[in-house]
Structures are given as C-alpha cells and as structure tokens.
C-alpha cells in the first residue's frame, strides 16, 4: 500500500518508542505541551480582535450567498464551499494552476469513438443505474460549472441537454513517420496549463495518438484532468480506473481513529491552536532553498518509476528493527531527501542569499479523510498536512526524523486541519484568497499519493503498460509538486516543477540518478545488521 496508513493506529507508538530510543530534534512531549498552551493563551487574547472582522465577513457572504442570489440571481444553484472553496481563487479560464492530471500509456491504438461509447454506457455519464443499482453521481461533471459573482464562486447549472462529451475529449495525433522523438511531457505539460472552456464542467480527457515506441509498435496516451474545485485525486482516479475493461477500483486504507470519542475530541481540541499555528508559520515564515517568491511561472515535468519490491523489502527489514509498521510514504520520502539534498549541493549550489540551505523542506502533503469516497461520486474528501523533510544527516536519522513528525502530526490530529481552515477561508472572497497565495511561500512542495491497480489494466484489450499522476501546483510561488502512484508494481514519482527553479536536466538527474542511488543505500543499510 503506498499510503500514510501508519496512523493514527501507530501514531502514538511512533512518537512514544523513538522519543525513547533515538535523539532528534524534535521538541520533546512536554515542550510541546507548554507550547499548546501558550498557543491557547494566544488564542484567547486575539480571539476579541478577530471577532469583529469575522462577523463582518459573515455578514457580507450571508448578504451575497443567500440574499442577493436569491433577488438577483435564482439561476445559481448553490456557494461553491468548504474544501471545494480552498481552489476557487484560481483563473481557470486563462491559465489554471489547480488542475490534476492522470496519464496512461497503452500499448497500440484505440478508436476514439470506443472511448466516447465507454465513458456514456459504462461509466453512467447521465447519472443512469448500472445493472447492480449502482447510480454515480457525476453531477459536477455533467451538469453544473463554477462562476464567479461578487467575490464568491458559485456552481450553475447548465441549461438541459447543453452536455456534449465530445466536447471534453480531444484527440492530438503526432507523425508516426518522423524519425524524431515527440516530446509528449511537453505536450501534456502545456495541455496541463491550457485555459478550461467557459461554462462547462471543470475536467476534460486528452488522447495522442501515433506514437512509435522504441521497439516500433504504435502507442496511445490517454489523459485526464480535472481542476482541483470539483474533486480530489481519488475520486478522479476512480472515474478513470471505471473505463478499463475490467476495472480494479483504488481501494483506500483510512484511518481508524474513532474522531466520535469524547477523549478523542478533547485532544483534538487541546492540540488545535497548536497544529494551526504550526501550518500557517510554516506557510508565511519558514524559509528554505526553494521558498522564494516566483518571477517566472513556466513550467517542466518528468518522471520516473521504482520497483514496489524494494520499498517493501526496505519497509519489512525498518520495521524488523523498529518494532512497528514503517509506513510507505517515509520510506520514499526519506530517499527523496537524500536526493535533493545531493543535488543542491552538487548541481544547484546556494547561489543566492534568498535561497538558503537548511536542515529541512517542509512538504503540503494530501491524505485520506475518515469518512471513505464514495464509489462513482466526484468530490473534495481528502485533508492536508505540512510535514518535514530532512535533508542533513544519514538515512537513519533522516527517517527517525520523519517518523516523528509524521507520527506526531497525526497524533494530534494537524492533518485534518483543513477541515478547520476551510471553513474559515470560505468566509473570504476570492480576491482575498488570491491576494493570500500571492503573499504566503514558505512552503512551496506538495505532495500527493495514491494507489492505483496492481495488476495491468486493458482498455479495449490493450495493455496499459504504464500509469502515473500529475499535481497541479495549486499556488503561484510553487517550487515542485510530487506526484506518487503505484501501479503494476512499480512506483511512479512525476515531478512538476516551477523552471526557475528546476530545469528538466535538474529533475532526470534527481529523479533517475540520485533517486535511484538513494533506493539502493537504503536496501543495502536496511539489510544490515549494524543499522541503527
């Protein structure tokens, strides 16, 4: 499983056996407690000052959302709100930074027309009941589009019968007799940034065909994207997964915490102006090599693919030693740091006094909510935290590291802050969220992980040798985002990446080089017996 699915069934275990076992810099159980409270005392001496602009900006939404749509505007449906809202501030009709994209490449060439008949039929486009009963409920991508109106997005309906697939699906075919390579990451990069069609539904599929493959036979590449306000990765993945021949649905761990408990809540509770002012310092003051502020917005992407074998057998020798289940993501996410740290000193060097080197990145990372996705819905239902990346010191103390950040994060509950915040930032206009991303850089990674099919999937009886996600940057001053998915038993890393801070040499380099040496050093520490 390539998942957080550690916590918060180990959380407590993590914190509690390496805070005995290993010496980190982590702030030890009791200075954060004195921190909690101070952040409770700093709650409560703002709270009066921030009452008053929060009632005014309740009052505007309510005058807009309720009042003023229903004299003015009764052909908008409803306020675009809660983690939906987090992405409205994005221009998607000029060059959208929010949109996600999941490419496959298959093995031979696909009819277009197949493609449109699956999507109507199989997947219930138009919301009809499958032989099972089953109804999807793709209403965000059939019959409704964001628009904006006084500041706030709204969803509208579109008029009846306007929904055309042929519309959302283009078809790019290349030159099968050139004897250069086509650049297909340029070509999905741009379509990646390319405008969505005003009042449609935020998502559309890409199909290049005509591509040579090294051992000579035809390729095709299908894509997907879908802008980030109607719905998260999984739900989108699961849609796409739905047009294979025999679909094998993403299946999700999700925590077990029981979030219903008095006690639970209650910690939650002590420990959320803590979690909170932890995210927005690392959000507006932590400052590393890659927080900076952006003068050019071009973008690169390249990826690469690792055995799963590895990381599992790198995972059962940590967690032999450990004593508990090593979750996946910090088994990649601690070679990654090797990685970057390999690069900047060896390819990027700290050139400028704004791009310092410290012990650690900080990384927005997505993970599963409590309550599951529902099958054939496209939705929001998926938190973030900000977790450390070291990328001082050996393997070891770089996983110690984050074990005990990732494990204490979920401890307290930080992950689900965005179940906080926003609803807080639904209070705001677009303009204030906009003009807030513009100001806030201190953590420009993001990372997104899911898991698709283990076996290989077949569309139309071809073989989809390879599959991976794109994520979106999500905010102007992004430096990379890192998307990981699994698939027939390889683990794919994609790398969008800002050009004035990585070039496509940069990321082969730390993708398909250091990666690569940092897999193989943790395979050979991992099996020793002299580890500690």
């Not at 390319?194 to 449609?200: I, V």
Request: net charge positive; charged share 15%.
């Amino acid at each position: 499983m390539i998942y957080m699915n550690c916590f918060p069934y180990t959380s407590k275990q993590i914190v509690l056996n390496l805070s005995a076992e290993v010496t980190t810099t982590m702030p030890s159980v009791c200075v954060r407690v004195i921190q909690s409270l101070l952040c409770w005392l700093l709650f409560v001496i703002t709270t009066p000052i921030c009452v008053i602009p929060l009632i005014l900006l309740y009052c505007y939404r309510f005058l807009v959302t309720v009042i003023l749509r229903r004299l003015l505007r009764k052909d908008l449906f409803k306020v675009v709100k809660n983690a939906d809202y987090l992405f409205t501030s994005d221009d998607f009709l000029k060059r959208p930074i929010g949109a996600n994209v999941m490419m496959g490449l298959i093995d031979g060439e696909i009819d277009l027309n197949q493609v449109y008949a699956r999507a109507i039929e199989n997947v219930n486009l138009h919301g009809k009941p499958t032989k099972s009963g089953q109804t999807y409920n793709y209403e965000r991508m059939i019959s409704i589009y964001p628009i904006n109106w006084l500041g706030f997005a709204f969803w509208k309906k579109m008029d009846p019968g306007t929904f055309n697939l042929h519309d959302h699906i283009k078809l790019i075919s290349v030159s099968s007799d050139s004897n250069e390579k086509v650049d297909t990451n340029s070509i999905v990069t741009n379509w990646m940034m390319s405008p969505f069609a005003p009042q449609r539904p935020l998502w559309e599929m890409l199909i290049i065909s005509g591509i040579k493959g090294e051992d000579g036979k035809m390729k095709t590449i299908i894509g997907a994207r879908s802008h980030h306000m109607i719905g998260d990765g999984i739900s989108f993945v699961q849609f796409v997964q739905s047009l294979a021949d025999k679909s094998e649905m993403t299946a999700v761990n999700y925590p077990t915490m029981n979030s219903s408990g008095i006690l639970t809540k209650l910690k939650m509770l002590y420990w959320a102006p803590l979690a909170l002012i932890n995210h927005l310092s690392n959000a507006i003051f932590h400052s590393d090599y890659f927080s900076y502020r952006k003068t050019s917005f071009e973008l690169v992407f390249v990826k690469a693919s690792y055995p799963v074998s590895d990381l599992r057998t790198i995972r059962k020798n940590w967690s032999v030693k450990l004593g508990f289940n090593v979750p996946f993501l910090t088994i990649y996410v601690c070679a990654l740091g090797g990685a970057i740290k390999k690069l900047i000193k060896t390819d990027l060097g700290d050139c400028e006094n704004k791009r310092k080197m410290l012990n650690h990145l900080t990384i927005v990372v997505a993970t599963p909510s409590e309550k599951p996705h529902q099958e054939g819905k496209i939705c929001n239902n998926w938190n973030h935290g900000v977790i450390e990346l070291p990328i001082d010191g050996n393997n070891v103390d770089r996983l110690n590291h984050i074990l005990q950040n990732v494990g204490w994060m979920a401890y307290i509950g930080a992950f689900r802050i965005n179940q906080i915040s926003s609803k807080l930032v639904s209070l705001l206009t677009r303009n204030m969220i906009s003009a807030g991303l513009n100001f806030v850089y201190g953590t420009t990674i993001g990372m997104a992980t899911l898991r698709g099919p283990e076996k290989c999937n077949y569309v139309f009886g071809n073989p989809v040798v390879e599959q991976y996600i794109i994520i979106a940057p999500q905010s102007p001053h992004a430096s990379f985002t890192i998307g990981c998915y699994s698939y027939n038993g390889e683990l794919n890393l994609a790398i969008l990446a800002n050009q004035s801070v990585l070039s496509k040499e940069n990321i082969e380099k730390l993708l398909h080089h250091y990666m690569r040496e940092e897999l193989e050093s943790l395979l050979l520490e991992t099996a020793s017996d002299t580890m500690v």
